[in-house]
């Protein structure tokens, strides 16, 4: 059975960082792309950025270069959100998710297969 487990959640204050890990159970990241997606109260799920666990390489949503990084490390069998300099609208549930790399669009959802159960981050002022 997969399982994917964010964590690293929480409240903070504008202008923090933090960073949410991802770690999965019943599979290895070898074979697949991470990626990171996050949803607002009455918004869509929006994505963040992907990492193709082979080759390193990453993809990010154009309005999230710069602050968010996405990073792996192997000897764990886990994926890290780093998020700089956040904001208010940066309060959302965060989720990890996987999918078959190097085909169809890395910023649909649809294409992701195993998703976790995502994690909280409030950003207050």
């Known amino acids: 059975q997969v399982q994917l487990v964010e964590s690293g959640g929480g409240a903070v204050q504008a202008g923090d960082s933090l960073r949410l890990s991802c770690v999965a159970s019943?599979?290895?990241?070898?074979?697949?792309?991470v990626g990171w997606f996050r949803q607002a109260p009455g918004k869509a799920r929006e994505f963040v950025g992907v990492?193709?666990?082979?080759?390193?390489?990453?993809l990010y949503a154009d309005s999230k270069k710069g602050r968010f990084t996405v990073s792996k490390d192997g000897t764990k069998n886990t994926v890290y959100l780093q998020m700089n300099s956040l904001s208010l609208e940066d309060t959302a549930v965060y989720y990890c998710a996987v999918r078959r790399p190097y085909v169809g669009a890395y910023d649909l959802a649809r294409e992701y297969l195993y998703w976790g159960q995502g994690t909280q981050v409030t950003v207050s002022s």
């Open positions: 019943g599979l290895t990241f070898e074979n697949y792309a």
């Open positions: 990492i193709i666990w082979s080759s390193g390489d990453t």
